[in-house]
C-alpha cells in the first residue's frame, strides 16, 4: 500500500526537542524530485519552516525555508538516493536545528530559520511511493497532542486493544462531521469506524449513524435517534478501543458501543472532516 500524494498529516504541535519524523518509501524508476516538508499550513505558499527536496536532475538534496520568501539553499553533503530504491528518511527534532538521517546514516543538520512552534502538519509529494509514515506520538496512548488543529484533519495512529482517542471541539452549525478510523490515509481505503453526525444532510436531521467498510464495500448503516451534539456547542468525544469494538463516550455519557468487522490492527489513520472547529485531539 502507498499512500496517495500530496500526503499532508498533522504533527503534534508544538513539536518537542528530541521529537522524531520517519518517512520510508520506494523512489520512482523515473523519478524528478522528492519533496519533503515541515509546514505551517497543508502546502508550500505558507510559512515554511523546514523543506527537504531532492532533485534528481542535479543530484542534490536542497534544504531550506519559507517565510514570504525562499531563503538561501544549503545543498552540501552528496546525494545518497537512487532512483528506483527504498529509502528512508529521518528527521531529528533538536533545541537549535533539524538532524537529518537518510537511509541510517547521518546527512545533515539544518538550523532553525522560522520558528518550530507554528508547524503543524508534514508535507510529502513528489516520485515516491510512501509505505510508512511515524510521527512523534503515532504509536497511541496519548502520545500524540494536537490543538486547534485545522480540519480535515489526518493523524497517523496505532490503535491498539486499550487506546483511546480524545476529540473536543465545537460544530458549526453545518450539515455533518465525520470521524474515521481507516485502513490508510484517505477514505479510498477501508475503515474499521465511520461515526457521522449528520444535523441536516439531504432527508436525515440530526442523526449519529455508524458503520464501516471491508473489501471496499460499505457495511449496513447503524443510526441512532438519540443526537447528543448540540450546533454551537462545544462538546468531549472520546472513543475505547477494546477488543474488536468500539466504546463511544460523548460529554462524560456511554453514548455507543459499535461491533467492527475489520481487522483493527490495520488502523492507520484517524481523520475528522466536515463541519466542525476542532479545539484539541489527542491521540
Known sequence: MSYPLPYVAAVP???????????EGRI???ANKVTIALVTERDLTHPT??????RFASNEIVRNSFSGSW?????????PVRKGDNVKVKISVR????QVSINEQFFCDFKHRVGKENIRNIYINGDIAVSRVNLPGSGGGHGSHHNNPAVPLLVPVSFHSGSKIHIEGTPTGGQRFTVYLLHGPSVDHDVSFCLDFRFKFGSQINKVIRNSKFGGKWGTEEAHDQFPL???????????RKDNSFKVIINDEKFHTYHSHTPLEHITHLKVDGDVKLASVKV
Open 13 to 23: 504541535s508544538p513539536l518537542h526537542d528530541g521529537a522524531e519524523i520517519v518517512i
Open 49 to 54: 519552516p523546514f523543506v527537504l527536496e531532492a
Open 95 to 98: 533545541n537549535d536545528s533539524y
Open 230 to 240: 448540540i450546533a454551537n456547542e462545544q462538546f468531549e468525544l472520546v472513543i475505547k
Open 71 to 79: 531563503g538561501t539553499e544549503e545543498k552540501h553533503g552528496g546525494f
Open 28 to 30: 520512482s524508476d523515473q
